[in-house]
């Protein structure tokens, strides 16, 4: 805070450079212009109060909501007028809402301060002044020389300068940050790997200089400077020199490093910042009705204000006695007074507004949430990984998905690869027992022999096992030893580990045909070619991106010759190859593609000394570059991966994930489209869409391809229109490519987008993860505005998970990112479908309704108190007793709905997953539709006309109430009072509105029964308990013996009856000739399960028993409690359902399940 405090007031700016300097162990220049940079101390502050700013901090978030606001508006205004409503109707419910969010979130918030001082306060071991120091993490200053042991955690994000191997190298696990579980070799530079003891680290004279802090985990840009012997050498600093806060060591059993990333300025740190806030389309909806009320409240306000004014300028209306103004009122501005009023009348008519709406949502929100992470039908057991929630603000939105894009590799297909095929030098091979054996031949040579390899299919192999950033593991039970001192250099306990699956494929290819990568010692790589061991010096590796779709490695070879060897997509490498059968190759391409495998090019370059000489010197400049650093080495590494003689290429199979074409054509029925985008070629592309059911035999498949130009691909775009139009009785599917998609994007959206949208599947292929994130946004923000879904399991597939109104994260094998930035994270594509189809479908129709029926109950609350003016002249008296207009939403009303949020179940979740099509009833926000608001309120306001004119036409010559506040009329009849009327509106209302929901439940537990009767039953308890004791603390006793004087009366009881079943036998009336005459598809499936017996299905259990028959109590409590076998219930996807009349889109119970009951 204080740090903030002077930045704002410019004593302590922050970052002036991009770039900052890190003098290893704090030894700082002597001469006097040296001014040294202000960094962040170590301590993490994860929590957001102290006990200083807790209060008005957390009051000044809660009040930047519009319903809180609003209502602390209307307190004050009670505070400052006289106004007919005590400040308590208002003051108490927005203390009781304030008052448990800040329990809730400083509880969460001391939670926090815990944790961060448990991470504080760990010891950590410094050197300082020629020793070790054991010290405490948040007294780690930028420059301190750190030491971690085995299996300890980085305590700031430290550059590697030693560790206990020769080399400098250690293995870190960086599970805590990005869920990669698997093992990371990081590297110190040579001139301080070497510094292995503390008296050395004392004497190292080294400046790092780097990039100032960001957030990127993957990114990081440097360069160290070591003086020796008078002599600067300066080597460049990458990702694998930074050991990332929150990582683990492994495998090493010490390192020393540098902090130069500390506390709040670390990545892990930095990372915390939220994702942007994600609103569902029905929190949209709320607002509006929100607005909506807004206007009916003033509009009340208003007329009742000018109607008062009305009634007084008549002077057949004399002011009752009550009701004289003092002097000081008189005498006041005309103006004044009727501002007075208007908000007078504002107060009385503020409860329209629900306060409790908010917390209530939100309450149903976390707590539905567990409710994905409970379903083990959701369950991998195969990799013990459950469904994951990370955001509970969008459920409802699982039921409103009108598109899914999601990505092929590791979403749609296990990422699991295995070899397959290849093609070298013009010629196709297949594996076979281990051995390459050209197409159309068999194996002929016997077990045991030394195959006969031709140079070009050597050459291949070598390039295959050498290209590539594996690691390997060891069993430690062999013992110590590097992996280059195990008897013929392998292990039957080594084992590959690596960040691509297809590199993990192809070098166990590799080892299976002879030539089997042993392993990496410092700069060594070292392989084994048939038996004969060969060592590589690693020189240079050109990392992989995903705009150059390839990776190389320059290595020098046993005879000094210096090779690169590079791998990547046929297109990022067939246009830079000068030499080798690249016609031929390209056709195998082509066929391998056509099978479904996904495909690698692989190709060669020998240097000359003088050629290597100058791309050593460019690539030590561009990787020195503290400025574009990345720029530059693209424009390297272009310059370097040129002129290429291609060696083959390789086809590996990576299979289909259980379930996905089943999956795909549920959502199809579900009326999802489905949008496959994917980094993949074009013929493999279609090959996986066709085989997953994305593309059907019988769908006319169109093509958007190797447009050149705009022109062309208007034209192209404008036949597809054309073609979609003449055939518009059959199905469409579209496939773009990457270039023509962005050309299209360019200046033809519209026309591209009318296509798309014409077409039940679209398959794009060769996109950057920027063109996904594109695509998406496009359809989003279409003017139809579709709700789309975003799914898929790696880091390319952030930006369009991101982007999407829904996220989904794959738990795959390509690391966590997309889990991390995902609102859901699933282990397997095929649990989407009930995710979206069971899952969705209760979040939303569970929201929905609750939403809904909170704006009408509140709309039977306050309409009888605006009727009532009519009849008080206008004088603002209230209606209902101060205590009953604070307690109806936040004790009489609440429990209920939110219970019936949690639990309700319009169709038994087997058959919503059975017959897909039930979810178009609920697309395009149906239930929150203008036309269904219309509905609730109109019936909001009908219901409080009956309680009401009900109970004054019932009760107001009734001669039996004499109690409290009776009046006498002009006629001597007694009426009774106007407490005792407001008593018997209320009770009835509160009666009404809770059986009303008890009408709206389909799916009752004992719970929904509790908390329905219950809340009757409390309100009668609590008015008989608060109107039988005079109050001391009370101004006025106006509800003495009201309510039990009000019960004592045969008629009241009478009233109640017939208002409440006046109200009611309508609805009664409405669902009954809906349900027979006009029944949605849901309600159809309703009948289902009453008529054909699936409540036995849902007790199937008993039958396993041998129990003939369920009984019907046991049919509740084993649906309630959820105990039924899914597996028992079988279903057919084609089976006809009469019905349905003749729709085969919605799928059925099999005849098992009839008969058994």
């Not at 590697?160 to 110190?188: F, V």
């Not at 709040?264 to 929190?283: D, F, I, W």
């Not at 590097?482 to 013929?488: E, G, I, V, W």
């Not at 400025?627 to 199979?653: C, H, P, Y």
Request: net charge neutral; glycine share 6%; hydrophobic share 40%.
């Amino acid at each position: 805070m204080i740090r903030w405090i002077r930045q704002q007031l410019g004593f302590d700016p922050p970052h002036q450079s991009d770039t900052r300097t890190v003098y290893i162990a704090n030894k700082f220049p002597q001469h006097g212009h040296y001014i040294p940079q202000r960094f962040a101390d170590n301590r993490i502050i994860s929590s957001k109060y102290t006990i200083w700013n807790f209060i008005p901090k957390n009051l000044f978030e809660q009040f930047r909501r519009i319903a809180n606001f609003y209502f602390l508006i209307i307190f004050l205004v009670q505070l400052m007028i006289d106004t007919p409503t005590s400040p308590i109707t208002s003051g108490l419910p927005l203390f009781f809402v304030i008052t448990v969010t800040a329990i809730k979130q400083g509880y969460e918030d001391w939670l926090r301060h815990k944790a961060d001082n448990e991470v504080n306060g760990a010891p950590v071991f410094v050197v300082r002044s020629g020793s070790l120091v054991q010290t405490r993490s948040k007294n780690i200053r930028v420059g301190d020389i750190v030491r971690v042991a085995k299996d300890e955690t980085f305590p700031a994000d430290l550059v590697l300068l030693s560790s206990d191997r020769a080399e400098g190298t250690c293995h870190i696990t960086t599970a805590s940050l990005d869920g990669e579980t698997n093992l990371k070799t990081h590297y110190a530079v040579p001139e301080t790997a070497v510094s292995q003891s503390v008296s050395r680290l004392e004497s190292l004279q080294a400046v790092v200089e780097c990039q100032q802090p960001e957030a990127d985990l993957y990114r990081f840009v440097g360069r160290i400077t070591v003086t020796q012997q008078g002599e600067e050498i300066v080597r460049p600093l990458g990702p694998e020199n930074l050991l990332l806060r929150g990582a683990r060591l492994k495998n090493t059993k010490e390192i020393f490093g540098v902090a130069v990333y500390t506390g709040m300025e670390s990545k892990m740190a930095l990372n915390y910042k939220c994702k942007s806030q994600k609103r569902s389309a029905v929190e949209k909806s709320m607002n509006t009705f929100l607005i909506i009320y807004l206007g009916i409240l003033l509009f009340e306000a208003i007329l009742s204000t000018i109607l008062k004014y009305a009634w007084q300028a008549e002077n057949k209306w004399d002011e009752p006695f009550y009701n004289q103004k003092t002097d000081q009122e008189r005498n006041s501005s005309q103006i004044l007074k009727f501002i007075s009023d208007f908000l007078a009348f504002l107060v009385l008519y503020n409860f329209i507004i629900p306060i409790s709406l908010y917390v209530t949502v939100e309450l149903q929100k976390f707590l539905g949430s567990f409710f994905i992470g409970w379903d083990l039908d959701l369950y991998h057991e195969e990799s013990d990984q459950k469904a994951q929630v990370n955001t509970s603000d969008l459920n409802e939105e699982l039921g409103q998905v009108e598109y899914v894009f999601t990505d092929k590799t590791g979403t749609l297909t296990e990422n699991e690869m295995q070899f397959r095929e290849c093609s070298i030098n013009g010629i196709k091979y297949q594996e076979i027992n281990g051995k390459l054996v050209p197409e159309g031949m068999t194996e002929d040579s016997p077990d045991g022999s030394v195959p006969c390899v031709s140079r070009e299919e050597e050459l291949f192999l070598k390039a295959v096992s050498l290209c590539h950033t594996v690691q390997i593991s060891y069993d430690q039970t062999d013992g110590p030893g590097d992996p280059f001192s195990r008897a013929n250099g392998f292990s039957p306990q080594m084992e590959y580990y690596a960040s691509s699956p297809d590199e993990k494929a192809l070098v166990e290819a590799t080892k299976r045909m002879g030539v089997t990568f042993i392993g990496s010692h410092g700069e060594t790589m070292e392989i084994k070619t048939f038996g004969k061991a060969e060592k590589y010096k690693l020189l240079h590796v050109l990392e992989f991106d995903a705009n150059r779709r390839r990776m190389s490695v320059i290595l020098q070879k046993p005879s000094g010759e210096k090779v690169l060897f590079t791998k990547g997509a046929e297109s990022a490498i067939l246009p830079y190859a000068t030499s080798g059968e690249i016609d031929k190759t390209r056709v195998h391409v082509d066929e391998f593609a056509l099978k479904g495998l996904r495909t690698l090019v692989v190709a060669c370059r020998h240097f000359s000394a003088d050629e290597y000489q100058e791309v050593d010197r460019r690539l030590h400049e561009a990787r020195t570059a503290l400025q574009q650093r990345e720029e530059r080495l693209v424009e390297v590494f272009n310059f370097i991966e040129r002129d290429l003689e291609l060696l083959g290429a390789t086809g590996v199979e990576d299979k289909l994930q259980d379930k996905v074409q089943e999956t795909i054509e549920a959502l199809r029925l579900a009326g999802i489209k489905v949008w496959v985008l994917t980094g993949d070629k074009h013929e493999t592309a279609v090959s996986v869409s066709l085989s997953c059911g994305h593309f059907h035999r019988t769908m006319n498949v169109l093509e958007l391809v190797q447009q050149k130009s705009d022109h062309e691909c208007a034209e192209q775009l404008r036949r597809l229109a054309r073609r979609i139009k003449e055939d518009h009785v059959i199905q469409h599917g579209l496939v773009v490519d990457g270039a023509s998609l962005s050309l299209a994007l360019r200046e033809h959206e519209k026309l591209f987008m009318e296509v798309c949208k014409n077409c039940s599947a679209v398959l794009c292929c060769r996109m950057a993860p920027l063109q996904k994130a594109k695509v998406v946004r496009l359809l989003k923000t279409s003017p139809e505005k579709p709700i789309t879904l975003a799914i898929g399991d790696g880091a390319n597939d952030v930006s369009m998970i991101q982007e999407a109104h829904v996220g989904i994260g794959i738990m795959g094998k390509e690391g966590r990112q997309a889990v991390r930035n995902s609102d859901y994270a699933i282990a397997r594509f095929k649990f989407l479908a009930k995710l979206l189809l069971v899952h969705g479908h209760f979040y939303y129709i569970r929201i929905a309704t609750l939403v809904q029926y909170f704006f009408y109950k509140n709309v039977c609350f306050i309409t009888p108190q605006f009727l009532y003016q009519f009849f008080c002249l206008f004088s603002q008296q209230t209606l209902y007793d101060s205590v009953y207009l604070t307690l109806y939403n936040i004790c009489f009303t609440s429990l209920p709905i939110l219970v019936y949020s949690l639990f309700e179940q319009l169709v038994h979740p087997h058959v919503l997953q059975s017959k897909p099509a039930l979810y178009r009833d609920i697309s395009k926000n149906s239930l929150l539709s203008f036309k269904t608001f219309l509905y609730w309120t109109f019936l909001g306001f009908c219901h409080a006309f009956v309680f009401f004119f009900g109970s004054y036409v019932l009760m107001g010559e009734d001669t039996t109430l004499m109690g409290n506040g009776q009046i006498l009329r002009a006629n001597r009849q007694l009426m009774f009072g106007n407490w005792t009327f407001g008593t018997l509106v209320f009770t009835v209302m509160v009666i009404t509105v809770t059986l009303k929901l008890a009408l709206e439940t389909h799916f009752w537990t004992w719970m929904n029964h509790f908390v329905t009767w219950g809340s009757i039953a409390f309100y009668f308890i609590f008015s008989l308990f608060y109107g039988s004791i005079i109050w001391p603390f009370l101004h006025t006793q106006d509800m003495y013996f009201v309510f039990v004087q009000l019960l004592s009366s045969g008629s009241a009881w009478f009233a109640i009856i017939i208002i409440v079943v006046a109200c009611l036998f309508p609805d009664v009336i409405k669902k009954v000739f809906y349900r027979h005459l006009q029944p949605t598809s849901t309600q159809k499936s309703q009948f289902i399960e009453a008529y054909q017996g699936i409540g036995c299905v849902d007790s199937m259990c008993c039958f396993s028993e041998g129990q003939n028959a369920c009984s019907r109590l046991g049919r509740l409590v084993e649906r309630m409690m959820g105990r039924c076998d899914p597996a028992q219930a079988t279903r057919s996807w084609s089976d006809s359902d009469t019905f349905f009349s003749n729709d085969q889109s919605i799928l059925t119970l099999s005849p098992m399940e009839v008969s058994h009951c």
